[in-house]
């Protein structure tokens, strides 16, 4: 079956670093995607990746191991308004997404 | 980057009454859009996939009698909830891609459409 794993939830310190895994298992893959989601809001896009590898993105990095079936989202320089879910999504060989649950990301002070 | 709105933002009606809620998107025309609900604390989980110009693609367990999708032009996407009851009270969010089949690197979402259900 197809899955997406990531932890619930993660707490960090503002201004700190915080790196949250993804594991996926699809029926083929074209790209790994990473959503931010305040409450009450829609998603927003922060990133695609397709090849292996690390995409830098300002405060944001992407990093994609195909072979793993293994993504990780990095948050740097991390500020109160970065506190939100962040949701992972596999694209299977059909374009579908299939989505994580979500991380709750909680910033303290 | 480009803007998708949908609308009504909140909706509130009464059971047994049907709700139809907008996905447009402004700059690009969306050869593809896709439905999905969110539960509280919940992932989003897809409903449909819809092209322009052909019926939509509904996932298991999605009544497709009462979620119709109706994906008439390339910027707008409708989703009508018919005789709606309290259990489809739910945010619902559209997406919309630029090229067929959601071949695209960003999925660009509506706001989110919050649908109370008395």
């Known amino acids: 079956g197809q899955n997406i794993d990531q932890p619930t939830e993660m707490t960090a310190t503002e201004g700190a670093i915080v790196q949250i895994n993804c594991t996926y298992q699809?029926?083929?893959?074209?790209?790994l995607f990473w959503y931010q989601q305040h409450a009450g809001e829609a998603p927003t896009f922060l990133s695609y990746?397709?090849l292996d590898g690390l995409e830098e993105k300002g405060r944001f990095s992407s990093f994609l191991s195909r072979s793993k079936g293994y993504s990780y989202l990095l948050l740097k320089e991390l500020q109160m308004k970065d506190s939100a879910s962040y949701l992972c999504?596999?694209?299977?060989?059909?374009?579908?997404?299939?989505w994580g649950a979500g991380t709750k990301l909680i910033i303290k002070p | 980057g480009a803007v998708v709105s949908q609308h009504p933002s909140w909706v509130i009606c009464k059971s047994g009454t049907s709700v139809k809620i907008e996905c447009r998107s402004l700059?690009?025309?969306?050869?593809?859009m896709f439905w999905y609900r969110q539960f509280p604390k919940q992932s989003l989980m897809l409903m449909a996939t819809?092209?322009?110009?052909?019926?939509?693609?509904?996932e298991q367990g999605v009544e497709k009698d009462k979620f119709l999708i109706n994906h008439a032009s390339l910027t707008l996407s409708t989703l009508t909830v018919t005789s709606a009851h309290p259990e489809d009270s739910s945010f619902y969010i559209c997406?919309?891609?630029?090229?067929?089949?959601?071949?695209?690197?960003?999925?660009?979402f509506g706001e989110g459409s919050r649908l109370t259900v008395l």
């Open positions: 999504a596999a694209m299977d060989s059909n374009y579908q997404l299939i």
């Open positions: 699809t029926s083929g893959f074209n790209g």
């Open positions: 700059d690009f025309q969306a050869t593809t």
């Open positions: 819809s092209n322009e110009g052909s019926k939509a693609t509904y």
């Open positions: 990746n397709v």
């Open positions: 997406s919309a891609s630029r090229l067929a089949g959601g071949d695209t690197g960003e999925l660009f």
